[in-house]
């Protein structure tokens, strides 16, 4: 089974608007990290926001919120006041256990439009 | 300021060739990890190390090797080069385990070609 999961190839929204990136999960681990990470055009990539599984609050980071429902398994990404340089890939990446190593999911091209 | 760095950044080779991608940081972590990048996988784990002389296999490891003999420096060899080891190669780096964040930095990347 996919460790995780991004349904959304691809999205689309309009400048200033809110969007909502999904990512799911599947671990039987009790201790894990969930991570994303934008990667624009030029290629590199860049890390957006972390998430623990014993972090008792959502994780924000500016614009940048991680909408955690630890009973289904999400951690879905928000972007709220999209800009044109929001237009990348994100992925949203597991690490679990005391490990280091990431799974990553196919990501979402997330398109932002004037 | 701390970096990672990747040479080069773009490779051209021939099949059967020896390749050796170059991964360089001066986090000073601990960790440094490999991923290959292709359409429809996202980023998939070739080899990492926790350490020096610690090398680990991925999930894609076949074709390939890493040696660590040092903090700042993991390179990446591909022993024969076939076309299927086309892809875009990230190195990363992360300061340690646990619980903590341990987030990943990753270098610019190496677009590599095999004809």
């Known amino acids: 089974a996919q460790k995780i999961t991004q349904t959304q190839p691809g999205m689309f929204v309009q400048e200033k608007e809110a969007v909502t990136l999904d990512c799911t999960y599947d671990?039987?681990?009790?201790?894990?990290?969930l991570f994303w990470y934008k990667q624009p055009s030029s290629g590199e990539m860049i890390f957006l926001i972390y998430?623990?599984?014993?972090?008792?609050q959502n994780a924000t980071e500016g614009r940048y919120s991680l909408n955690f429902q630890k009973a289904r398994k999400s951690a879905n990404l928000v972007i709220s006041a999209s800009q044109l340089g929001d237009s990348a890939m994100y992925f949203c990446?597991?690490?679990?256990?005391?490990?280091?190593?990431?799974?990553f999911g196919e990501g979402t091209q997330l398109t932002v439009n004037p | 300021d701390a970096e990672i760095t990747q040479s080069p950044r773009h490779k051209i080779t021939e099949t059967g060739r020896q390749v050796t991608l170059a991964c360089h940081q001066t986090?000073?972590?601990?960790?440094m990890f490999w991923y290959r990048q292709d359409l429809g996988h996202g980023l998939r784990l070739i080899h990492y190390?926790?350490?020096?002389?610690?090398?680990n296999k991925g999930e894609v490891s076949d074709g390939y090797s890493v040696s660590r003999s040092n903090t700042e420096d993991l390179p990446l060899t591909l022993e024969s080069a076939a076309s299927s080891q086309t892809s875009v190669y990230f190195c990363a780096s992360s300061d340690g385990g646990g619980i903590a964040k341990n987030i990943q930095y990753f270098g610019a990347g190496t677009r590599l070609s095999v004809l």
């Open positions: 986090w000073n972590h601990n960790n």
């Open positions: 990446a597991m690490r679990e256990g005391s490990g280091s190593r990431l799974t």
């Open positions: 671990t039987s681990d009790p201790s894990y990290g």
């Open positions: 998430q623990g599984s014993y972090d008792q």
């Open positions: 190390s926790y350490g020096v002389h610690d090398t």
